[in-house]
């Protein structure tokens, strides 16, 4: 890859929009599509500031140029945003918006491109998202760990599946990557890894709760808490200025479930839906709902 490689980015959520930003502060030339183009036009104005010029031509609803000077067009597309990509990365909320979006540019690929789907959706889905591909298109599953801090500050966990070599400079620019194997082993340990991590809030939110049936300080818990096996899983459900949508971490539970018994993660599942008013909270703030009478 060179500062040439021209990029797509489809997906600018909390996790996709400080991706995005770290490849156009690299220097790469950065196409971005988001179902809410109000939110994608927030974004490059945020990226290129006042360079932001709006020219409604062949799909284009905005371009600029960033601080280093890179290029940022905002299109109205899908298809419209992989038609001159090199590289396209999707970073999509579940597997249905993965189906739809892959699905709607799909025949728009350049030959011999690359597609990084970043989505949390499972082996399962990424073997569909291989059948809608092109034959000469590569196909490369890296699904993240950690949440909005650290993908901004690059410090993110990746799981990557497939022949990733080409593009080892962009996917690093992420955080740091852990190559699985074949495509869709990165999905397949991304869903083992967040399941642990949903599973072992959901253990210290009951542990909370017990902690305030049996009439203990939550301070005193909470240092306990902290110095026990559970820290790393404490410091979690405690976290600021992380977000991860309890409705994404139900979503992911079902996933797992949905492929192996599990009756743990069935449990957990039934009890992160039962809270639909938290379901935009990020998951730590489950805790407090675990602990209502």
Do not use: C
Request: glycine letters at 10%.
């Amino acid at each position: 890859m060179d500062k040439n490689t021209k990029i797509a980015f489809l997906g600018l959520g909390s996790m996709g929009a400080p991706m995005a930003r770290r490849v156009l502060a690299a220097g790469y030339p950065l196409t971005v599509w988001n179902r809410s183009t109000t939110r994608a036009l927030a974004f490059a104005g945020a990226a290129v500031g006042s360079g932001t010029d709006t020219a409604r031509d062949a799909g284009v609803v905005a371009a600029g140029w960033g601080d280093g000077g890179a290029t940022v067009k905002v299109v109205d597309s899908p298809a419209d945003a992989v038609r001159d990509a090199d590289v396209v990365i999707t970073m999509l909320a579940d597997p249905a918006a993965v189906r739809e979006v892959v699905g709607a540019f799909a025949s728009s690929l350049r030959p011999g491109a690359v597609l990084i789907d970043a989505s949390t959706v499972g082996p399962e889905v990424v073997g569909e998202l291989a059948k809608l591909l092109p034959a000469d298109i590569t196909l490369i599953d890296a699904p993240v760990m950690g949440s909005v801090d650290r993908a901004a500050s690059g410090e993110l966990l990746l799981m990557v599946g497939g022949d990733a070599d080409p593009v080892l400079p962009l996917l690093e620019l992420f955080g740091t990557v852990n190559r699985t194997g074949a495509v869709g082993s990165g999905a397949a340990l991304k869903l083992v890894l967040i399941n642990a991590v949903i599973n072992g809030v959901a253990v210290v939110a009951e542990a909370m709760a017990l902690a305030d049936s049996l009439g203990l300080p939550e301070a005193q818990v909470k240092a306990a808490l902290a110095t026990s096996p559970l820290a790393g899983l404490a410091g979690r459900a405690f976290a600021e200025g992380v977000y991860f949508p309890v409705r994404l971490a139900a979503k992911d539970v079902a996933l797992a479930t949905a492929a192996a018994d599990l009756p743990v993660a069935q449990a957990v599942h039934d009890r992160l839906t039962a809270h639909p008013e938290a379901s935009n909270e990020d998951l730590g703030q489950i805790v407090k709902h675990f602990r209502q009478p």
